[in-house]
């Protein structure tokens, strides 16, 4: 089936250093999200992106992250400057259309931040 | 606030037995229930889903049912065999769908 590619699969990075996070989403899809995941807690929504634009970000979204896809590449996280509490893993993925369209997540990435 | 409450977080049952996973919300915006399942090391994949018109979804050996008035829905997983063995997610999202609500897992596994 169609498949959301997450690089890197790991990432160990330095607390106040930057980071970002790459997704290739399914090739005809319009919707992409990133989801965070600490550990033993639910998934939980950080920002959606369509059309080269944030639609919603939670709470989480805090400042230092952003959000883009220059010219239908990879879609990337970028959290400046990284905090213990980013560490986490996050899901990146992608659905053709909202609505109840069935949403492909990738492997995740695993975030520690030491 | 955790919109969506699910549980037990971890079921154990024998092979040929029904699992059942509960899970239950609070906004009653929601209107779109899927239920995703997570093998180790792969991504979380769509596994079944229901919307609030239906109150009984069956896709082979799985089932969700519904119910509205005390916003709770489950799964069952009849038949269990060992390659069910995963962790399964419900979530939630309204009618705009353009973020799904999940629930903390329940770490299913069955023994043969």
């Known amino acids: 089936g169609p498949k959301v590619l997450q690089i890197p699969s790991h990432q160990i990075i330095d607390m106040g250093q930057m980071v970002t996070l790459n997704c290739d989403p399914v090739?005809?899809?319009?919707?992409f999200y990133w989801y965070k995941q600490i550990l033993g807690q639910q998934m939980e929504f950080l920002v959606n992106?369509?059309?080269?634009?944030?639609?919603?970000k939670s709470k989480l979204f805090k400042d230092q992250f952003s959000v883009e896809r220059p010219d239908g590449s990879y879609f990337t996280l970028k959290i400046q400057p990284t905090a213990l509490e980013d560490s986490a893993v996050y899901f990146c993925?992608?659905?053709?259309?909202?609505?109840?369209?069935?949403?492909?997540f990738g492997k995740g990435t695993r975030l520690t931040v030491v | 606030q955790q919109q969506v409450r699910q549980s037990p977080q971890s079921l154990t049952v024998w092979e040929g037995e029904t699992a059942i996973l509960n899970c239950s919300y609070e906004?009653?915006?929601?209107?779109?229930f899927p239920w995703y399942h997570q093998f180790p090391g792969e991504s979380p994949a769509l596994l079944i889903a229901?919307?609030?018109?239906?109150n009984k979804k069956e896709d082979g050996r799985f089932t969700i049912f519904f119910n509205k008035r005390e916003k709770k829905f489950s799964l069952h997983i009849a038949d269990s065999q060992p390659g069910d063995s995963a962790t399964y997610f419900c979530?939630?999202?309204?009618?705009?769908?353009?973020?799904?609500?999940f629930g903390i897992g329940t770490r299913v596994l069955v023994r043969p």
């Open positions: 992106f369509y059309n080269g634009k944030v639609m919603e």
């Open positions: 993925a992608s659905s053709p259309r909202t609505g109840g369209a069935e949403v492909f």
């Open positions: 090739s005809n899809h319009l919707y």
């Open positions: 229901i919307r609030p018109v239906s």
């Open positions: 979530a939630a999202s309204d009618s705009a769908g353009n973020k799904l609500t």
């Open positions: 906004d009653s915006t929601f209107d779109y």
